[in-house]
């Protein structure tokens, strides 16, 4: 084996054993769990630095680790896209490690918490790092898994434990998808590694294609919380907030956007699936935008922006646009972050407290958050020059180029609706006074249950803070990247060049972007008229109680998404399992034993006089008649 | 050597009657001891030439013949593995006549799996049914025996018909000593009308056994009575004797009566998978989950029986291990939780993971693999049946046969969390972790989750041997 291949097998390995390190040492160690785990990550953040050459040479880096049986073999394989999730879930994962020492400083459970965040780790480079789509497959149960874990961190919480079933649930209606795809490429290639299956792509029936687009696109959805299975995300937040940076915005989520682009050679031989991914990415982009404006709880906001920004990803990587879908996760894993790091110091700050009503007047007790969330918003609505304006045009612009117009309008749509919808966070947090002191009903805040308040000693402010103040800078610069056109050219390998539609050629680029900005314009006004402006603060507290009691019910209830999966799935499998229960077992299938039985003990009543009336004379009979037999023929064995 | 499999459990169980009542302790590790002794002789005799003594001559040829290799193997290591760590796990009272009937048990389920001769499979069929008709009768809860005779009477029924089968068998081909020859054997010799009530026979046997829909009645009461060190052996092993009989014993002795059951057998694990689910997730009992949560599964491996596709055969040996597994794991971890709160009723239980997180940590683990997350054994099994399946052209039934495992998700959760989770309970007691000697118990599985869910090659390359009309069985080593 290679130095190279010994290298990637460390830095995969590496978060694995730091994780049952700290879960088999965890109560002795405590907070230096904390200092293990993010070392367990920022080390392969630099191995990962050592292994560019080789992963951007011809081919990529190839590590072959072992067979199940003919057509299920299993190895790593570093390429250009693989390696980029590497450095983002290791660097950007690394950083967000080093901020949950602070965060999580008095919480008791510290050593498991980073057991479980190692062990995501692991997971995800697991499912990037995977030559094949049964390894895929493991990385995308076990991030599942840890999503599962850390949503239900605080387990005391019945809330919390709630979320964590459901995020559990939904995810393995992806896997069930995801396995779906590896039947019908099995079947139709024999063999589950990405090399064969790709290289037959082409020669596949466009059913069996299409079919296993699909699969895998279910897959995709539940994982990356596209419409319809992406009600687990908002709650999900029910975990600490560093999860939600790490899992629920800056990588887990994106695996979808990941799959889809790895299986270009897919999706590029079946113009259906591509139809069907990029609609279903802006429908949910519009769907999680509309959605975040209805949200008074911070991180349900990020959490509906999170979901609105992958549909853009999904939809820039389902038309085919896959250098431009990849550029928006790149930046917004960085953005994305940098706003719920920032949206936990504030909730960290205000022990808890989640609600925006309660909030108001932040900028000035808390200038670095302040600050973060403001860029992180700039970035987010794509205002020139901070990182998601290149990405979120590459998107929309990328849709009408490969002939989707109607999409690359929802684009720009949204894109205004995500400009009012993050200022209006902005302006409500941060601008005005102060409402803590505010009772709840003046706000409109129906009645909840408050936690408990953990009044713990606080690790120094630097913890928090640093990480934060890294991510601002790739939030301003990371969408310069496509300056003299190195982007694309990185996976110039992987995807086949794009077709100018002929729209594309009327609109210039240049074009289309002014009408975003447009959009955003009109967005931040409205957002500022609102809740910004000093009438808006000044009045805030009956503006927000107005608006809490008048808010439309289909976005109260989220478009009643949930009910749907409710009365759909969730009670008619309850109601037919408790029917089998009571009625089908004991009375239909035991009915007809219990007439079997009757009718022996009939014909045994009838043949002959002697009856006990028990069941167990007959058994004994039966056991006896047994017993004979065998004796008969051991009588016979035994004369000869 | 590997008839001592079978006579060495059997000698040191009824040996074990020997020992006073009151010397528990010393009961209990001399099981463990001899357990483990199966495992190593089990190791060591895999592979070892087959061992064999002439017994009947008339009306047909049999011999006591038995051999170890392929699938036989890795059950017999199952058994003699769940045996040991269901017996080191838990305590029971009159733990004396307990081991020895677990000894009992385990020898005759040996005698199953080793057997090389139809009338001596049979044999041991039938006896596998007394140590847990004993123990059924003599740890009932509440002192109601009625779960023991509808075992007995049930297991019976199946138990005759295979034995008649067996004897019907024997007349028509002159011998029994057939279990392990090549695929096909007989297939000229056995008139379609004799054929055909011979695999009624066997096949009546094997689905009251496994259980399969619609003949799993039985199941759930005798999982619920048994105490939880017999009820692991049992659900982790004798579960798949049925299922062994289908893939080993009838697949390659009668191929065409297998391919002609092949749509009335899919109906039935179809059914199975998804009436075994869905009722799991409503059961308040948790030993009722995991037994329903067994039906389901078990019926997965019934499906890929009489696919005829080797990867889906691959898959099945790999489940069949995996499902002992994590079943026995389950099922001794559940007897522990019982052990300390005095019950476990999901609506009684309730945030223990506060208090004993190394129990939760256990039950966790065999929760996970019992729902089929990726990388334990439970997926590696299911995702090679449903591959061979699909590959097979069976594209309905793999499809429909995802939805219970995303129902199994929801059930095997539901179980946990209902345990483990949510605010501690004030109304049940608070008792200590598991000390260290109940997770030395638990390591092996643990282990052997894991390492059957990463690289379950072994079991998978067990042999798969294909046969005239597509028929595919599994192999369990050469006859020699």
């Given at each position: 084996?290679s ?7 460390a ?10 390190l ?77 901020y ?23 997971a995800?480079?697991t499912?990037v ?37 459901k ?16 039947f ?8 589950t590694?990405y ?57 887990m ?31 949910t ?19 509906y922006?999170t ?5 853009y ?35 960290h ?80 947090t ?27 000693e ?9 990480p ?9 610069v ?48 409205a ?21 809490s ?51 022996a ?5 009838e ?20 017993a ?11 004369s000869? | ?13 009824l ?32 592979g070892?030439?087959?061992e ?7 009306p ?57 001769d139809?009338?001596v ?12 008709f ?50 096909g ?25 496994t ?28 579960s ?23 749509t ?35 019926g ?14 691959a ?51 065999m ?48 179980l ?65």
């Amino acid at each position: 084996m290679s130095n190279d291949a010994l290298v990637l097998l460390a830095l995969w390995l590496l978060p694995l054993a730091s994780a049952i390190l700290i879960f088999a040492f965890g109560p002795m160690l405590r907070r230096s769990a904390g200092v293990i785990g993010s070392g367990a990550v920022l080390v392969p953040f630099a191995l990962t630095w050592v292994l560019a050459a080789s992963a951007l040479g011809t081919g990529g880096l190839k590590v072959h680790l072992f067979d199940w049986i003919a057509g299920f073999s299993f190895g790593l394989w570093l390429d250009p896209l693989s390696l980029l999730w590497t450095l983002i879930i290791t660097g950007v994962g690394g950083l967000i490690h080093v901020y949950a020492i602070g965060y999580m400083w008095s919480d008791r459970a510290i050593a498991r918490f980073f057991a479980y965040m190692n062990f995501f780790v692991f997971a995800m480079l697991t499912l990037v790092l995977s030559d094949n789509f049964v390894g895929l497959l493991v990385g995308w149960g076990l991030v599942g898994l840890a999503s599962y874990f850390l949503i239900g961190f605080w387990f005391f919480k019945p809330s919390a434990v709630a979320a964590a079933m459901k995020a559990f649930v939904i995810n393995v209606v992806g896997d069930a998808g995801l396995m779906f795809a590896v039947f019908v490429l099995f079947a139709a290639t024999g063999s589950t590694a990405y090399a064969d299956v790709f290289a037959k792509a082409a020669t596949l029936a466009p059913a069996t294609v299409l079919l296993a687009c699909i699969a895998i696109f279910i897959g995709c959805a539940a994982k990356s919380a596209q419409i319809p299975l992406h009600t687990w995300l908002p709650d999900a937040m029910e975990g600490p907030t560093p999860v939600s940076a790490l899992i629920h915005a800056a990588t887990m989520v994106t695996a979808g956007v990941y799959l889809v682009a790895r299986c270009a050679p897919l999706w590029d031989v079946s113009p259906e699936a591509r139809a069907l991914v990029g609609t279903i990415g802006a429908l949910t982009a519009l769907v999680g935008a509309i959605l975040g404006i209805a949200q008074w709880d911070i991180k349900r906001i990020l959490a509906y922006s999170t979901m609105s920004q992958i549909g853009y990803m999904i939809m820039g990587v389902g038309v085919g646009a896959y250098q431009a879908g990849i550029l928006h996760f790149f930046t917004h894993a960085f953005f994305k972050a940098q706003l719920f790091l920032a949206a936990g110091i504030v909730i960290h700050a205000l022990h808890d407290e989640q609600d925006l009503r309660k909030m108001g007047g932040l900028g000035k007790k808390m200038p670095l958050a302040f600050w973060a969330m403001t860029i992180g918003t700039l970035a987010i609505i794509g205002f020139p020059p901070f990182s998601g304006f290149f990405s979120k045009d590459a998107v929309i612009y990328g849709a009408l180029e490969r002939g989707y117009p109607l999409l690359s309008l929802i684009g720009v749509v949204t894109a205004g609706i995500t400009a009012y919808y993050m200022c209006r966070m902005l302006f409500v947090t941060f601008l005005g006074n102060n409402r803590g002191n505010v009772p709840d009903v003046d706000l409109g805040i129906p009645a909840r249950e408050h936690s408990e308040p953990h009044f713990g000693e606080s690790a120094p402010a630097w913890v928090m803070g640093a990480p934060v103040a890294i991510l601002m800078v790739p939030s301003v610069v990371a969408g310069w990247v496509v300056f003299g056109g190195r982007w694309n050219a990185l996976f110039a390998s992987d995807f086949a060049p794009k077709p100018e539609s002929a729209l594309a050629t009327v609109l210039p680029e240049w074009l289309v972007g002014v009408v975003v900005l447009a959009f955003v314009a009109w967005g931040v006004a409205a957002a500022y008229h609102r809740y910004g402006s000093f009438d808006a603060t000044v009045s805030a507290v009956e503006r927000l109680r107005a608006e809490s009691q008048r808010m439309a019910q289909p976005l109260v209830r989220a478009f009643y998404f949930d009910d749907a999966l409710e009365a759909l799935f969730v009670r008619p499998a309850r109601a037919v399992g408790s029917a089998f229960m009571r009625v089908v077992d004991p009375h239909v299938i035991d009915g007809v034993v219990r007439d079997v039985v009757w009718l022996a003990g009939w014909i045994g009543r009838e043949v002959r006089a002697l009856q006990t009336g028990l069941v167990r004379g007959y058994a004994l009979v039966l056991a006896l008649g047994a017993a004979a037999f065998l004796a008969y023929f051991a009588l016979i064995g035994a004369s000869r | 050597m590997i008839a001592a499999l079978v006579v060495l459990p059997i000698a040191a169980g009824l040996a074990l009657y020997l020992v006073p009542r009151s010397a528990e302790l010393t009961a209990k590790w001399l099981g463990v001891l001899v357990a483990f002794a199966c495992f190593v002789i089990a190791v060591l005799g895999n592979g070892q030439p087959d061992e064999s003594l002439r017994w009947l001559q008339r009306p047909f040829t049999a011999n006591l013949h038995v051999g170890l290799g392929g699938l036989g193997y890795w059950i017999v290591l199952l058994l003699a593995l769940s045996t040991c760590c269901a017996l080191v796990a838990l305590r029971i009272p009159r733990q004396r006549d307990f081991v020895a009937q677990m000894l009992l048990l385990l020898g005759a389920m040996s005698g199953v799996f080793v057997a090389r001769d139809l009338l001596v499979f049979a044999l041991f069929w039938d006896l596998m049914l007394i140590p847990v008709f004993l123990m059924l009768v003599a740890w009932a809860p509440r002192r109601n025996t009625a779960t023991a005779w509808r075992y007995l009477v049930y297991n019976l029924s199946g138990g005759l018909a295979l034995l008649l089968a067996t004897a019907a068998y024997g007349v028509v081909e002159g011998s029994t000593d057939v279990i392990g020859l090549s695929v096909g054997h007989g297939a000229t010799a056995i008139g379609a009308v004799w054929g055909t009530w011979i695999f009624a026979g066997y096949a009546f046997g094997f689905l009251v056994k496994t259980p399969v829909w619609p003949f799993h009645t039985w199941m759930p009461d005798t999982y619920a009575d048994l105490p939880p060190p017999a009820v692991a052996v049992v659900s982790a092993v004798q579960s798949k004797a049925g299922l062994y009989g289908f893939l080993v014993v009838t697949a390659p002795l009668l191929p065409d009566q297998m391919r002609a059951a092949t749509t009335l057998m899919f109906v039935l694990g179809l059914v199975g998978l998804v009436y075994g689910a869905l009722v799991a997730l409503v059961q308040d009992d948790a030993k009722r989950i995991v037994a329903y949560s067994s039906l389901s599964h078990l019926g997965l491996i019934l499906l890929a029986a009489f696919s005829g596709n080797p990867v889906a055969l691959a898959g099945a040996a790999v489940y069949i291990v995996a499902h002992g597994l994590f079943s026995a794991g389950l099922f001794i971890v559940l007897g522990q939780v019982e052990e300390r709160e005095e019950t476990r009723l999901l609506s009684r239980l309730g945030g223990l993971g506060e208090i004993e997180p190394k129990l939760a940590g256990a039950l966790h683990i065999m929760v996970l693999a019992a729902l089929g997350l990726p990388g334990l054994c439970g997926f590696a099994g299911e995702i090679l049946i449903l591959t061979g399946l699909y590959q097979a052209g069976a594209v309905w039934p793999t499809a429909i046969a995802l939805v219970p495992i995303i129902l199994a998700a929801a059930y095997m959760l539901r179980l946990f969390q209902h345990f483990m989770h949510g605010p501690p309970r004030e109304d049940i007691p608070q008792r200590p972790d598991l000390r260290p000697v109940e997770l030395l118990a638990l390591a092996p599985l643990v282990v052997a989750i894991v390492l059957l869910g990463v690289y379950p090659g072994p079991v998978a390359n067990s042999g798969v041997v294909a046969g005239p009309n597509a028929v595919v069985s599994l192999a369990i080593g050469a006859r020699r």
